[in-house]
């Protein structure tokens, strides 16, 4: 297991309330973690690339689907076809609960799928639980 | 030799008197069989014409029906199997048929123009199974009509669909009875009698009515005589015993017609003639026996004895023997006889150069007569080949030329208005001459000839003039269409009308011109049944155009409201998208900042002023349960459904699960009837059944012992599935809003909800051919009803599962 401390997420999502909201969430589930916040896709892919010489890669991405310039299911396909990145853990976190969007999600190789709810005390649940497996139960490669 | 009582002159008399009398009796004789040999030819030439007539008739009643039935095919109610209505209007206009039916490949009826038993089936029926076995148009035996009770005649046409199979079975039965019209009475000499068979001999119809039974096999020695003959006379004594002479046609399918006419009838004037001419004969006989006993014996010995020899060699057959009324001078009865003797011998020539000249018009006649049915049976099959009747038409045109015409010319009424549609000409470059010149003609004229409108066939030929008035109202316009008729050398014109059920739908124009040809009696009729038969064709393309136009029309609004459903369904598809993605970004925001207002700043804000954020947070979490449920119903309506059986009683248990799980204190007894099946998309049910168990969970939820059921009853006659609590219950005065989106019957302080749950079960079980209905009694809880389809099925009748949550 990787060190407990300064654990990275690339939080990719365009709305700046979401972000602020999703910030917010983390600190209150009480997770220990670091952000890098890309507000499109194209940041998100810039974010990824290797000449920008990131310390690490994130331990997991969030990744919003309706996203200006280059939206998430572009971000996810290219993510999966970088050798790279192709084994990073990506979770949709998104407001769309429409069938044919989970579909295409999973399709393109997202690991997880998880509807923002509206109801913020619920969000901080939600949070509270992804963090927890993704970023202290799961094992990544 | 004096005294011998032979020699004497009496005697002598006496002898020549029977040696002139026998002879001469003789050759009257001869004379007469060769007149009735005459007359028994004549009568089976009538006879056979007269056959080869009827044959005609019922051949052009077996093409109408194929003609039907191969129109009907193609029609798309037909193709279907959804024609009912169709059959039954039109055995309402095509009186000779009994029936229409379109039977399935296991012969059991699918539509049909009368009431008929669905269980009975077709498949034994010979026609049935022919059909199957050729794949084409048969026809089949003789039987009494199961529904209308009348002797028919049933016809077979196969449906075939995409992989070559054959669905269907088109059928239409033909009313015997029908036929006994095709005959005009007054064309037939006295005593005639008509018959009909099928291939296997048994009895059509016959005329006059009674002389056979309907459906009887026919007199065995004689169809046995009939086997292998197509065209042939034949006598016989049968009905009524009464010796006849026949004049039979076996047609290609084995169908006979046979038309007898009475002996005695044929030779009755022929045998009048012959008592008078024994009279004569014995009268004369008479004054000759006093003058013979006067005169010397040489005087007339000589003569009779000549008399003799020219006699017995007249009735040796030499007709050409004639007495020399020189050597019989001498005695004026002698002279006499001899002349009647020379005028018989003459006559009995004349007769029987007669009957060889007969003879041969007889075997041309014949000979035509078979070339006229041919050209029938070719226009047949040209006419039924396609239904482009404006190049059948030409073909049929092209047909009659040369021996109906040197030009044939069709006109067809289209919209009301008629219209040269085919002309034909041996050469080809004459007859693109004759089609400008008709075009021309097609300007000063707007309506049928009136003597085509009559409906009879016409034959002009010295008398020009009045075909061109037909023409023309305008006396300068038909004198110069007249002088024009000269120049071109026309020299007779056949009028032919196209009749079919009395109405005129065109005509055919039959022109002789440089062959110098004049039309008589036999191109006339000829050309009657030409015309009839080119009306039907012209009818069936004209209905089949018109079917044509109108399925089309109906494939073009269809696919054009299939465009429209599907632009409003994507429009709505991106709505809801919208809807789903951008209207819960901004309730999060509020939701979560009114959160962290209460949490950061609770140390500003009073009581109030805490409470006014929680109400914030609460009508915002509303309104996100508002959009999911919305989205839900959207969705239940564009969603694709896979129908798979299912197991509903699983279901429910599924749901009230979840519902105990999310309120684990409740205690609810729950009787889930097992075993309950039904055809429907899993997860649209399931969502009706977390709606209904949902609202029975909810509205239970004050009552002490709260009771849900699930289960299936008699509903209106009909097995539905109902869901039942003892809550809440409603007002059934509002029972109709309750289905509608946003329609709540309780308040939202009372019972949590959005209002869209029940418009969501409506528009699931709606979507499933089914419905849905409630009752209630206030306080005393809600039934639900309802049906996925027509087919609810269940099993295991009588053992329940109690589920008591708790």
């Avoid at chain 2, 997860?683 to 509205?699: D, E, H, R, S, T």
């Amino acid at each position: 297991m990787k060190s407990m401390a300064k654990k990275l997420i690339l939080l990719v999502d365009d709305n700046p309330d979401d972000v602020d909201l999703t910030l917010r969430a983390f600190k209150k589930a009480g997770l220990m973690c670091e952000f890098a916040i890309a507000r499109d896709g194209v940041e998100a892919l810039a974010y990824l690339q290797p000449h920008t010489q990131p310390a690490e890669l994130p331990r997991v991405i969030l990744l919003d689907l309706k996203l200006p310039r280059l939206d998430g299911l572009e971000v996810l396909r290219q993510v999966r076809e970088d050798p790279r990145t192709r084994l990073l853990p990506v979770v949709m976190l998104t407001s769309s609960t429409e069938p044919d969007d989970i579909t295409r999600s999973y399709i393109n190789g997202a690991n997880s799928y998880i509807k923002k709810p509206v109801d913020f005390n619920e969000f901080i649940e939600t949070v509270q639980r992804l963090g927890v497996y993704w970023l202290a139960i799961n094992e990544a490669v | 030799m004096p005294g011998s009582p032979l020699t004497r002159l009496r005697s002598r008399v006496t002898i020549l008197i029977f040696l002139i009398l026998v002879p001469t009796t003789i050759v009257m004789l001869l004379n007469f069989q060769t007149q009735w040999a005459l007359l028994n030819s004549e009568a089976q030439e009538e006879m056979q014409r007269l056959a080869q007539l009827v044959a005609t008739r019922q051949i052009q009643l077996t093409e109408s029906a194929e003609q039907l039935l191969r129109t009907l095919v193609e029609v798309p109610e037909v193709q279907s199997g959804n024609c009912n209505e169709l059959f039954m209007n039109l055995i309402d206009q095509f009186r000779n048929y009994t029936n229409l039916y379109l039977v399935d490949a296991d012969g059991f009826t699918v539509c049909s123009g009368l009431p008929v038993d669905p269980t009975a089936s077709f498949k034994e029926q010979n026609w049935f199974k022919a059909t199957m076995a050729e794949r084409g148009f048969t026809t089949g035996d003789y039987a009494m009509g199961v529904v209308s009770q009348r002797p028919v005649v049933s016809y077979g046409y196969p449906v075939f669909d995409e992989q070559g199979e054959i669905p269907y079975i088109l059928g239409v039965s033909l009313d015997l009875q029908w036929i006994e019209g095709l005959v005009d009475a007054d064309l037939l000499p006295a005593y005639t009698t008509i018959t009909a068979l099928d291939r296997n001999g048994t009895v059509l119809y016959s005329y006059p009515a009674g002389t056979e039974t309907i459906g009887a096999q026919y007199h065995p020695e004689i169809y046995a005589l009939l086997e292998d003959q197509t065209l042939g006379t034949l006598e016989a004594t049968l009905e009524g015993g009464v010796p006849r002479i026949y004049g039979v046609i076996r047609l290609t399918g084995g169908d006979t017609v046979l038309v007898g006419r009475d002996q005695h009838d044929v030779y009755a004037d022929s045998n009048n003639l012959l008592v008078r001419n024994l009279l004569g004969l014995a009268l004369v006989a008479l004054v000759a026996v006093p003058l013979i006993r006067l005169r010397a014996y040489h005087a007339f010995v000589r003569p009779v004895e000549d008399l003799v020899d020219k006699l017995k060699r007249l009735a040796a057959g030499d007709t050409s023997t004639r007495i020399d009324l020189a050597t019989v001078r001498v005695v004026y009865e002698m002279h006499e006889l001899g002349s009647v003797i020379n005028q018989m011998a003459e006559s009995m020539e004349n007769r029987q150069q007669s009957l060889e000249r007969d003879r041969d018009r007889s075997e041309v006649r014949v000979k035509l007569r078979a070339k006229e049915m041919e050209f029938l049976v070719d226009t047949s099959r040209v006419l039924s080949s396609s239904l482009d009747y404006e190049a059948t038409l030409k073909s049929v045109a092209h047909l009659t030329i040369p021996e109906l015409g040197d030009w044939c010319a069709i006109n067809v009424m289209e919209d009301n208005r008629p219209r040269w549609v085919a002309l034909a000409h041996l050469n080809p470059r004459i007859q693109a001459e004759g089609e400008r010149y008709l075009h021309q003609y097609e300007l000063v004229h707007d309506n049928l000839p009136n003597a085509v409108l009559q409906g009879t066939p016409k034959i002009y030929n010295d008398n020009l003039e009045e075909f061109v008035a037909e023409l023309t109202p305008d006396p300068a316009i038909a004198r110069m269409l007249y002088e024009q008729m000269l120049a071109g050398g026309i020299k007779s014109v056949l009028l032919v009308p196209l009749v079919l059920r009395g109405k005129v739908s065109g005509l055919i124009a039959l022109v002789f011109a440089e062959s110098g040809n004049r039309h008589d009696l036999s191109h006339l009729l000829l050309g009657k049944e030409l015309g009839r038969r080119a009306a039907v064709a012209v009818e069936n393309s004209q209905l089949y155009r018109e079917l044509q136009r109108w399925s089309q029309n109906l494939e073009q609004r269809v696919e054009e409201r299939t465009r429209q459903l599907t632009d409003v369904n994507h429009e709505l598809e991106t709505f809801s998208y919208s809807v789903s993605h951008d209207l819960r970004a901004p309730l999060r925001a509020i939701d979560g900042f009114s959160q962290a207002l209460i949490e950061d700043y609770a140390d500003q804000l009073d009581e109030d002023g805490q409470n006014y954020l929680r109400r914030v947070r609460a009508a915002t979490q509303r309104m996100g349960a508002l959009i999911d449920d919305l989205l839900e119903l959207s969705r239940v309506t564009r969603r694709e459904m896979a129908t798979v059986p299912i197991d509903l009683s699983l279901i429910a248990h599924e749901v009230i699960e979840e519902l105990q799980t999310a309120e684990p204190d409740r205690k609810v007894e729950v009787i889930i009837q097992p075993g309950l099946k039904a055809d429907g998309d899993t997860n649209l049910v399931f969502i009706v059944l977390q709606n209904l168990l949902g609202n029975a969970w909810k509205f239970s939820s004050r009552q002490e012992v709260a009771k849900i059921e699930f289960g299936t009853t008699r509903y209106e006659g009909e097995e539905v599935f109902f869901v039942r609590d003892n809550g809440a219950g409603f007002d059934m005065q509002y029972g109709n809003k309750l289905f509608g989106a946003f329609q709540r019957l309780h308040h939202n302080n009372e019972f949590e909800g959005t209002g869209i749950g029940l418009a969501t079960v409506q528009r699931i079980v709606h979507r499933h051919g089914g419905w849905v209905k409630a009752t209630a009694v206030i306080g005393q809880g809600a039934t639900f009803y309802f049906t996925l389809g027509s087919e609810n099925r269940h099993e295991e009748h009588g053992k329940e599962a109690y589920f008591t949550g708790g």
